[in-house]
């Protein structure tokens, strides 16, 4: 089954269900896939004979496992789509399901040759749903004249080349061997997160709309000015909130204890708040917070919360505020990055 463009693989997902001989099963998509939800669990039923449960909560990443839902249900599977594997239940075996877009690569890079025509050396970088058309897409490069490479998968990421909002290790591997980046895949989130964490430039080639242009370097500016600025104003604030998120590939308690015990060395008040979505309703409430700290996904911080008008900052921002590392450390190097370990082992230094 396909919703628009996106391989579902319900043959796969059906031999699975039968393979564990899943009675109760609970599907978890991304928003977008939301649209053909009902259709995919008819069809995983009617093939399988199987009770199938559609996840309705959040499903923002392959951190976002619905384990708890899972365990409420009784459900013997969980098959979570969109997302490269990256977690495994204890108890509740998990298929990951990629929902790949196929797209014509020949096509997809003759938008993008005026871009890149003077770059010898390309590092390809793609999100998921593309990862399987990177080395066509090389073909294509390499048949115009360039070189093209693919970084080698690491961190969180389990694909080369793949690239996530909180790791972008397969593109660093490969930086002081290119000249730029071609990105596959839609929006600028990534991109601008490629130009951070290596200091290339980046073209963006988008397979939905089967168009590409560089990433303006003005899009690289402004997020490093707002960061800047959060920062600046986290110094002031005498009263920080310092939230965890139960997702179980986010959580991260032993950061958040860290950094409540830096601020408060640093004479600040801090308080840990726990809960599962870190969203305007979740915080909107705590009103006598000035700041936040987030130690759940560094897209939160970045992308900001809506109606929330009060610095967030990531963990290492925290430090950055505190003054207990400089800007310029952080800045081009893990600014994404989801693993705080660093600031627990250096308090215990
Ligand atoms: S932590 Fe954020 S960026 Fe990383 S996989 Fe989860 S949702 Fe995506």
């Known amino acids: 089954m396909r919703v628009q463009m996106y391989d579902l693989e319900t043959e796969r997902a059906a031999d699975e269900i039968r393979r564990l001989n899943a009675k109760r099963v609970l599907v978890q998509l991304p928003d977008g896939l939301r649209p053909g939800g009902l259709t995919l669990a008819k069809e995983l039923r009617e093939l399988t004979g199987s009770e199938v449960i559609l996840s309705g909560d959040s499903c923002y990443g392959a951190c976002d496992l619905a384990l708890t839902q899972a365990d409420a249900v009784g459900a013997d599977l969980i098959i979570h789509y969109g997302h490269s594997p990256m977690l495994q239940a204890p108890g509740t ?4 399901i990629e929902a790949r877009v196929d797209f014509d690569a020949e096509a997809l890079i003759a938008q993008a040759q005026p871009h890149v025509k003077d770059w010898a050396t390309i590092g390809l970088t793609a999100t998921v749903q593309h990862i399987h058309k990177l080395e066509e897409v090389a073909e294509s490069l390499r048949k115009a004249g360039h070189d093209a490479i693919i970084g080698t998968a690491g961190g969180r990421v389990v694909h080369d080349g793949q690239v996530l909002g909180c790791d972008y290790t397969s593109a660093q591997n490969i930086k002081d061997s290119v000249d730029g980046y071609l990105y596959i895949g839609a929006g600028v989130f990534h991109p601008i997160g490629l130009s951070i964490a ?6 963006k080639a988008n397979p939905y ?4 242009e560089p990433l303006d370097d003005r899009e690289v500016t402004r997020t490093a000015m707002k960061r800047m600025a959060a920062i600046e104003a986290a110094k002031g604030a005498t009263r920080f909130a310092v939230i965890v998120s139960l997702k179980p590939g986010q959580l991260q308690l032993e950061a958040a204890l860290a950094i409540q015990r830096r601020l408060e060395k640093a004479g600040k008040e801090a308080t840990v ?13 705590f009103t006598e917070a000035e700041a936040f700290v987030e130690t759940a996904c560094p897209r939160i911080a970045l992308d900001g919360i809506a109606d929330i008008h009060k610095p967030i900052l990531t963990p290492t921002e925290a430090l950055v505020a505190l ?13 994404f ?3 705080h370990d660093h600031i627990v082992y250096n308090e215990e230094m």
């Open 337 to 339: 990055s989801v693993s």
């Open 323 to 335: 003054g207990e590392m400089r800007w310029e450390e952080l800045w081009g190097r893990n600014y």
């Open 273 to 285: 708040i726990v809960l599962d979505e870190v969203g305007p309703i979740q915080l909107g409430n």
């Open 93 to 96: 075996p998990v298929l990951y």
């Open 209 to 212: 709309t089967m168009t590409a």
């Open 198 to 203: 290596t200091g290339r430039p980046v073209v």
